[in-house]
């Protein structure tokens, strides 16, 4: 089966900091990973230089058999590769159904300045975008005054309006308190397993990961240096100590 995602050889540095160092990799549709790594690993970089904001200086990205690799952030959204961000990025003077709607027009080619919003995308679409992610009583809210789980949701809800493939998300648990990690990834996954969405999540939470991955990859340095079931990564002496600390 030909890989969702695929690169070869990627690099790249900034100054003195290599921040992907030679990284080939392949996704394959089904899948939920987990990138596991301690700050600066390059984890980051890896999604932003898979969904077009960074170029590598060398290497490939390859989307569903496509090379995306020159390709901008906007157009690798609709070819259906999503994200969510470390931090989200909500549209904050925006109510919750006023970002799901903004962010499925752009998928929209009847979308124009001169028709109200609403007018432009499916309503049902919206609604039950909203319904699945469990935002439907919080619709009318201010994405600027939901509490950080929820802006989180509504961060993942906004990329899932799009009809992803794939759906990459950085650190969707940063910033949550504890106790709410694991209902915010049910959710999520919950979701994601309605939509038959692939997945890839940087998590730093173990817990987490070995709950919610079918495959953890971990980070050192700009390069993947396990990648496995999580069974064997998370016990893996080198990972223990080198990426998870203990
Ligand atoms: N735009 C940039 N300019 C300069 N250096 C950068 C830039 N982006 C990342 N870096 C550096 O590249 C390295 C990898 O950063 P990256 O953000 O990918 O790490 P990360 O694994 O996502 O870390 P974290 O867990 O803190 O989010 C770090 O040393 C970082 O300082
Ligand atoms: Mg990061």
């Known amino acids: 089966m030909q890989p969702l995602v695929k690169t070869t ?14 990284i080939d990799f392949e996704l394959h549709t089904g899948e939920r990973l987990a990138v596991i790594g301690q700050n600066g690993a390059g984890k980051t970089t890896f999604i932003n230089i898979c969904t077009g904001y960074l170029k590598p200086a060398k290497g490939k990205v390859y989307f569903d058999g496509q090379d995306i690799t020159a390709m901008t952030p906007r157009k690798i959204v609709r070819l259906g ?15 919750v159904r006023e970002c799901i709607q903004i962010s499925a027009a752009r998928q929209n080619p009847r979308l124009s300045a001169f028709k109200p919003l609403a007018d ?17 009583e919080d619709a009318n809210v201010l994405s600027s005054d939901l509490p950080e789980g929820k802006r989180k949701l509504l961060d993942v809800a906004m990329a899932l309006a799009l009809k992803p493939k794939l759906i990459i998300m950085d650190e969707p648990t940063s910033g949550v308190a504890s106790e709410d990690k694991h ?44 990648d496995g079931t999580p069974d064997t990564v998370l016990t893996d002496p080198r990972i223990k100590s080198e990426v998870l600390g203990n």
């Open 183 to 226: 209902g915010l990834m049910q959710t999520v996954m919950a979701a994601l397993d309605e939509r038959k969405v692939t997945s890839w999540f940087v998590e730093h939470d173990v817990d987490i990961v070995a709950q919610y991955a079918t495959r953890v990859a971990a980070w050192i340095n700009g390069a993947i240096v396990a």
């Open 120 to 136: 432009t995308v499916d309503r049902n679409d919206v609604e039950g975008t909203l319904e699945l992610v469990g935002l439907l």
């Open 81 to 95: 590769m999503g994200r969510s961000f470390q931090l989200p990025q909500l549209f904050t003077e925006h109510t």
């Open 9 to 22: 050889g990627l690099y790249l540095a900034f100054g003195g900091v290599v921040a992907a160092d030679n």
